[in-house]
């Protein structure tokens, strides 16, 4: 985000990147609205979504005491106390539990994978990252009851798993709108934005792709985004 947000992460497992960059980009967090972000890692997402949304007020859950820890010390090194936090807690345990109001947005870069034979030999440290042990349903039932009705949803991941996103968020959301996202244009697009309104009843959109590279350069457009020029909006 062009120098915008300071971040610390581990030297070694997972590392937060592009996919954070694009979620926070695609929040569209208006000035009053309260957001919620379940598994925050580090912060990566919070911070840069409190810098494109400088009036709205975000907290992150995470369940790994040395994420979370690192999370509150990244808040703290931006100085953004005052209207970011990150609490202890985990998608297997109900939202309620957590003693917090509904929210106006909720949003998650889920583990990529349910599977412990899809992976080969991960490394302890990026296993929390790459594997949701209660399986995607559980994500996206958690973030529905995170927010209030009217409220939105925002989740991105591999476009292979847009049916089951789907599916999933079709238990209490719907008007759904589906970004999908290619590393380079005619190539099969790797991930996926998928917004859903809750107890929304609009048409499903499928909107124009972003290309975020051509060659060996960046579109112009998608490094807009990422420098935190741009937003990615859902109209």
Not at 166 to 177: K, S
Request: charge should be positive.
């Amino acid at each position: 985000m062009g120098g915008a947000v300071r971040l610390r992460q581990p030297k070694t497992g997972y590392r937060a990147g592009l996919d954070a960059a694009l979620l926070a980009a695609s929040l569209g967090l208006q000035a009053g609205e309260r957001g919620f972000e379940a598994g925050c890692g580090v912060g990566a997402v919070l911070l840069q979504a409190a810098a494109r949304s400088p009036h709205a007020q975000l907290v992150g859950m995470e369940r790994d005491p040395a994420s979370l820890a690192l999370a509150e010390a990244n808040i703290a090194m931006n100085a953004l106390q005052d209207r970011v936090r990150a609490v202890e807690g985990e998608v297997g345990r109900r939202f309620p539990a957590l003693g917090l109001a509904p929210f106006d947005v909720a949003f998650a870069n889920p583990p990529f994978f349910d599977d412990p034979g899809a992976l080969r030999a991960p490394s302890p440290e990026r296993m929390g990252a790459w594997m949701a042990e209660d399986g995607l349903a559980a994500w996206t039932a958690f973030l529905l009851k995170a927010v209030r009705e009217g409220g939105r949803v925002v989740v991105v991941h591999r476009a292979d798993r847009l049916a089951d996103l789907l599916a999933g968020l079709g238990q209490g959301g719907g008007a759904f709108r589906i970004r999908p996202v290619h590393a380079f244009a005619g190539r099969p697009a790797k991930r996926v934005l998928v917004q859903a309104t809750k107890a929304g009843r609009g048409p499903l959109a499928l909107l124009p792709p972003l290309v975020l590279r051509e060659g060996d350069a960046g579109r112009p457009e998608a490094d807009l985004v990422l420098r935190g020029e741009a937003d990615l909006g859902w109209g």
